[in-house]
């Protein structure tokens, strides 16, 4: 009955790699969204879905790129990993594009060496 | 754009003492404000939302925060901390339209700490 879900949960891999980050919501919601914690548990918006449609994409590097096959599902592939690329990533869902009331799956700790 | 300061990065308290966790926003237009829970390891989840009705708000697990305009604050708060409360907690901010339309965006958080 998980409402946010992520995976994987853990994700170690060298620089230079490329890597997915999968998140589903079985909410109903039709927004989606990405965000990075970084290493001083700072959160920052990096892209959000509404029904497939992106809607708000942040100052990011164009390594990273967003997908949505519908809209309960947003995944996040990274292409050339960076030793900056390892974060917290956490997947939220809304519905509508407000902004408010956003559920957050448990988060992907990426890992890059 | 709008942005959020939590005053204190780490806050230390007995247990059955009061909470109090502050945070001041900033924003061009009405907010709408939120505080989150991060246990260690796991992801968010919402303590409470403030959504320009009742201006003292109360969540989850005993907290409850009060939005202030002319202070521009919503400070957290629960009357007497338990164990179990350990955590770090983040004060978000979002807004009805504009640039940052549909963005959360969040303070540096405050880790809360309870001593037996």
């Known amino acids: 009955d998980t409402a946010v879900s992520q995976t994987p949960k853990y994700l170690v891999t060298q620089m230079g790699n490329d890597k997915s980050i999968k998140c589903e919501q079985n909410l109903g919601h039709d927004t989606m969204y990405w965000y990075k914690q970084d290493s001083k548990k700072f959160l920052k918006i990096m892209f959000s879905y509404n029904n497939k449609e992106l809607i708000i994409n942040e100052t990011v590097p164009n390594r990273f790129s967003p997908k949505s096959p519908d809209k309960a599902h947003l995944n996040l592939h990274i292409n050339s990993l960076e030793l900056g690329d390892s974060a917290v990533y956490f997947c939220?869902?809304?519905?509508?594009?407000?902004?408010?009331?956003?559920?957050f799956g448990p988060g992907t700790r990426l890992t890059v060496l | 754009a709008q942005s959020v300061t939590q005053l204190g990065s780490h806050v230390s308290v007995s247990e059955g003492a009061l909470v109090l966790l502050r945070c001041n926003y900033s924003s061009s237009v009405p907010p709408y404000l939120f505080w989150y829970v991060q246990y260690p390891n796991q992801g968010l989840q919402l303590l409470l939302k403030?959504?320009?009705?009742?201006?003292l708000v109360k969540g989850i697990n005993g907290f409850e925060a009060e939005f202030k305009k002319s202070e521009t604050s919503f400070h957290l708060t629960k009357p007497s901390a338990h164990m179990s409360d350990a955590a770090e907690y983040f004060c978000?901010?979002?807004?009805?339209?504009?640039?940052?339309?549909?963005?959360?965006?969040f303070g540096q958080g405050t880790i809360l700490t309870v001593h037996p």
């Open positions: 978000a901010v979002s807004v009805a339209g504009g640039t940052s339309y549909g963005k959360l965006t």
């Open positions: 403030y959504t320009s009705a009742a201006t």
């Open positions: 939220a869902s809304s519905q509508g594009t407000s902004g408010r009331f956003q559920f």
